[in-house]
């Protein structure tokens, strides 16, 4: 039997300014209107930031920020295409870190070894708890992904490396678009962007980045699900419930899976954290100190200009002048990947010099759980990120002045603002029970996230 092991290590830290954000399904009826009004059990410190958040939010509060329940579908932000159901749900989550889907590696022992679990598995807080993630080729998971290396003894031009830092998949639901530079997704955020979708033909499905991605990943990463896959590894009836309605000689298939696989992503949400427990009411759950630091986040510290709404992250993307990977920070630089492209951000995809070095804005949960920060990971600490936010020395002297963030530099925090701001975005906003959406056991039996030889020795799979 496979334990998984959720031991805490950490992620990105920015704030920058904030185009409209579209709250997305949520509705206050009065009952609730009137007690996040009256707010019982409040402290003066609690009625004091729940009057920072209705300034924040146009005047809705608390609920505003507030996380639906992962099982309650019709407040989960979907593609319209891709309607969330049940049958896709357990069955998106089976092939997440189903082990068995790694049937098309390039190096023949490493078959059925690794999963898309491998690099966003949730001991890392569905991040990879690496600089850089590795599916085929990585060996050895050590209790919260942070063992996994490349095996020794496969070439190099054989290894399957992220070029960048491998984000959360948290939260997804609330975004349009995927990866840093934001490429993937065929709606919305990139309207008008049709001119550089070449390689990317997935755009022009017409579904959003979390399904896009979900689709390309599985070529990207070696990934093989089709009709012998799900005979042999019994996925079949998962597959009639999920797909009723579509022929079953289409049924099998690639873009199937990856739907399924996007409507369990879409319901990994940190619901749990103190924070969320807080905007409900539960003003307990946070200390005066993460109090203190949720009122810095919400006011002097400005991080709400971007961090905001439900998953705390709204659709645009900021300069920082972080690092990236590269030789002369001991990161494993891919030779068949355009670096400059990858370095510019979505300037990097859009070819539009004012988005040169510009990311997409992460959400901040869990970010204690996976080590690194910044798309180039040259951070290991959320109080490292802040710091730097906060005195405005850029690491990459090639970002122009012009397109860094405004708030770079500008906000002037004290030591004891930091302190407290660090408290509240490591434990109030840290989900302690995201092994909940990982599943028990797998169809086919493997280990998982991993099921190479040293893997299933730390994860204890029999």
């Known amino acids: 039997m496979k334990k998984i092991y959720f031991i805490p290590i950490i992620f990105i830290l920015i704030s920058c300014n904030n185009d409209d954000y579209i709250l997305l399904n949520t509705e206050v009826d009065q009952d609730q209107k009137s ?28 609920p505003y920020f507030i996380l639906p329940d992962s099982e309650q579908y019709s407040s989960i932000p979907q593609d319209p295409l891709n309607l969330i159901t049940v049958e896709k749900v357990e069955l998106g ?16 022992s490493n078959l059925f070894t690794y999963s898309c679990a491998s690099c966003h598995h949730a001991a890392a807080g569905f991040s990879s708890g690496l600089r850089q993630g590795i ?13 996994r290396i490349i095996n020794s003894s496969i070439p190099l031009d054989s290894v399957d490396i992220q070029p960048i830092r491998s984000p959360t998949v948290l939260n997804v639901a609330y975004q349009d678009i995927m990866l840093w530079n934001g490429q993937f997704g065929g709606t919305g955020t990139n309207e008008g962007t049709e001119a550089n979708w070449g390689g990317i033909a997935e755009n022009f499905l017409g579904f959003q980045g979390v399904e896009v991605q979900a689709i390309k990943g599985q070529g990207v990463h070696r990934l093989l699900i089709d009709d012998a896959f799900v005979t042999t590894f019994q996925y079949k009836q998962m597959f009639d419930n999920a797909f009723p309605d579509i022929p079953e000689t289409e049924r099998y298939s690639t873009v ?9 992503e879409r319901t990994i949400l940190p619901n749990q954290s103190p924070w969320q427990k807080w905007l409900k009411g539960e003003y ?30 709204d659709k645009n993307f900021y300069a920082f002048g972080m690092g990236d990977f590269d030789n002369s ?11 400059d492209n990858v370095k510019k951000g979505r300037g990097g995809f859009t070819k539009v010099t004012e988005d040169n070095y510009k990311f997409k804005t992460p959400t901040l949960y869990n970010l204690v759980n ?31 002045t012009d397109n860094l963030a405004s708030q770079f530099g ?14 509240f975005i490591e434990n109030g906003l840290k989900d302690p029970n995201l092994i909940r959406y990982a599943p028990i056991a797998l169809n086919s039996g493997n280990c998982f996230p991993n099921n190479d030889n040293i893997s299933r020795i730390d994860l204890g799979c029999n």
């Open 35 to 62: 007690f996040f009004k009256k707010a019982p059990g409040a402290t003066g410190l609690d009625k004091q930031l729940l009057n920072d958040l209705e300034n924040v939010s146009n005047g809705i509060g608390a």
């Open 93 to 108: 989550k089976l092939l997440f870190h189903e082990t068995a889907t790694g049937g098309n590696p390039k190096t023949s």
């Open 135 to 147: 599916g085929e080729t990585g060996v050895g998971f050590g209790m919260s992904g942070e063992g």
């Open 256 to 264: 199937n899976a990856a739907l399924a696989i996007a409507a369990y």
């Open 284 to 313: 307990n759950m946070l200390t005066k100190e993460e109090k203190r630091g949720a009122k810095i986040f919400f006011g002097k510290g400005k991080c709400y200009e971007c961090h905001t709404g439900p998953a705390l992250n």
């Open 329 to 339: 920070n001991q990161a494993f630089v891919l030779q068949d990947v355009n670096f």
């Open 370 to 400: 996976n080590g690194f920060y910044g798309h180039g990971g040259t951070f290991t600490s959320v109080k490292e990120v802040i710091e730097y936010k906060n005195e405005g020395i850029p690491q990459n002297t090639e970002v122009p």
């Open 410 to 423: 500008n906000i002037n925090l004290t030591k004891k603002e930091i302190d407290n701001l660090t408290l």
